[in-house]
């Protein structure tokens, strides 16, 4: 029997992360642990946290897991590792190892457990890594991602904190995924959006970052939950620049725009414009459907990549030669001014 | 009035056919859009709200009821410009009588305070009251040299009506010292707290 791994997850799956603003509150008040050797932690809201061994190597941790964004069990382990790994990539790191994680119901067969834990295993190998272990624990939706270890040398550690007026932006994925899923679960729309999200959230952000790597970038982080403008902003706010993003030139998947006219705009979307609007600055010609789509919650979404001018049109070539097919230069980054995103 | 049914739906099912049902909508027809989930309540209402649609929400148990009586919106063509600004607070449908210059009972000089420190604290409220109604000795509130005037005139400009009663100040002799809002009799006074939702008397 086939399952459909969409259907058990929960009524109103308006996707599964905290708002930023509520997670904030919670974090507000926690005691700030400093240590020589922390050269990333939560302070900017990065992508993961990065440790300091020695002059040559610093480790950089993170993890991310979450309920069944598609249908199929293989391509959801695939999903959920390439998002977790993707925080290693966004700060330009090489992936060392990883461990599952894993929520799986008892009353499921394992055989879907099993294709989940392929998915993972699979890009795991890819991305040169190896899989050391991991935990299980019964529950009735199944979760599954991973926490991964990689490593970086000290001095080329990419943040979300290094942003220069001047910078060009490059976004190296399309946004809809969110919405793509969405519909999917309410049956709405065509199976090619839906197909065009799935290879999109499966595809590895190693080779973009290999590409930052060599044009010796300072400055990213990727794309998920928060949806471009979140993600944006606190580049922007870690940074203490403002940024521009110009909504026409933003890739989307394909026909994402006709679901978002439909109304098949998720909770989450919601959740994101909330936390962003007040730093935000929406010129009157951006469309709400563009809105919206800037503020859909990605599921390993592509990286935003802070580009030095001279560098972005070689770089923009490389990422679609590497199979980033529809990389776009989406805004750039101006001196810090009253709104943190400014969107036309 | 158009009544859809989206109990049960999953999100953001309940999202798509409200916008569906609205572009089917004659101008003049009103829709209820019945929801059982708070978040797609919440949702549809964001949406609404950013689209220039008003709506009213009541709820019974756990289901929503919202109904929206005038979408004469092009849904099309709504301009961003709105989504720039911030709305003017919301009024509700309650007035506030001023039967006395006082809240509560016990010290006079504190009840005095109080009054003041709630006109001041109204005008930080989303949801303001349409009126405010001053008789007796509540008149005090809007005579000159009155604490409260400054607040009171916030709450005017947000679109309150400030009422006093003509007959009251008359009894005082204090209609010379008349500082802000507009004076009126008992027929008008009357009038909006019977057709209030809800009057506060203090």
Known sequence: MKYDLLNLVEQGGCSAKLSASELQKALDGLPKIKN?????????????????????????????????????????????????????????????????????????????????????????????????????????????????????????????????????????????????????????????????????????????????????????????????????????????????????????????????????????????????????????????????????????GGLLICSPPEAVETMKKELIAKGYEQTAIVGKVIDKDDKSVFIS | MKTIDVKGLKCPLPLIETKKALKQLPNNEALKVIIDNEISKNNVIRFLTDNGIKSEISKNGNVFEVIVNNHNVDLENVEAEKYCTIDPPEKDDYVILFGKDRLGEGSNDLGFVLAGALLNTLKEMDNLPQKIIFINSGINFVLKGSPTLLALNELEKAGVELITCGTCLDYFDKTEEFAIGRISNMYEILESMTKAGKVINI
């Not at chain 1, 993961?48 to 993170?62: E, H, R």
């Not at chain 1, 799986?104 to 457990?113: D, G, H, R």
């Not at chain 1, 995924?177 to 499966?202: P, S």
Request: hydrophobic share 45%.
């Open chain 1, 36 to 300: 020589k050797n922390l050269l990333v932690d939560i302070e900017t809201h990065d992508d993961a946290g990065v440790f300091k061994i020695n002059d040559d190597y610093a480790i950089i941790q993170t993890t991310d897991f979450f309920p069944p964004v598609c249908s199929d069990a293989y391509d959801f382990g695939q999903i959920a590792a390439a998002n977790a790994l993707s925080d290693v990539y966004a700060m330009g790191g090489q992936v060392l190892t990883a461990l599952n994680i894993v929520l799986f119901p008892a009353k499921l067969p394992m055989e879907i457990l099993k294709e989940i834990l392929r998915g993972g295993h699979d890009k795991v190998i890819e991305s040169g890594g190896v899989i050391v272990g991991g935990h299980t624990i019964a529950d009735d939706i199944p979760k599954y991602g991973l926490a991964v270890s990689g490593w970086i040398h000290p001095d080329n550690i990419i943040t979300n904190s290094d942003a220069k007026p001047g910078d060009i932006l490059l976004l190296t994925k399309p946004l809809g995924t969110g919405v793509a899923i969405a519909a999917k679960k309410v049956e709405l729309g065509e199976i090619e959006t839906y197909n065009e999200a799935i290879e999109t959230m499966k595809q590895l952000n190693m080779h973009a970052s290999d590409i930052m790597i060599k044009h010796k970038v300072k400055c990213a982080t990727d794309i998920t939950g928060f949806g471009l403008l979140g993600h944006a902003l606190k580049l922007a706010q870690a940074s203490e620049v403002s940024i521009k993003i110009d909504s026409q030139q933003v890739p989307a998947l394909n026909k994402t725009f006709e679901l978002i006219e439909m109304g098949c705009i998720p909770g989450a979307a919601f959740r994101n414009l909330e936390f962003v609007e007040d730093e935000c600055l929406f010129e009157n010609s951006v469309e709400y459907n563009s809105k919206m789509l800037l503020v859909d919650a990605q599921t390993s």
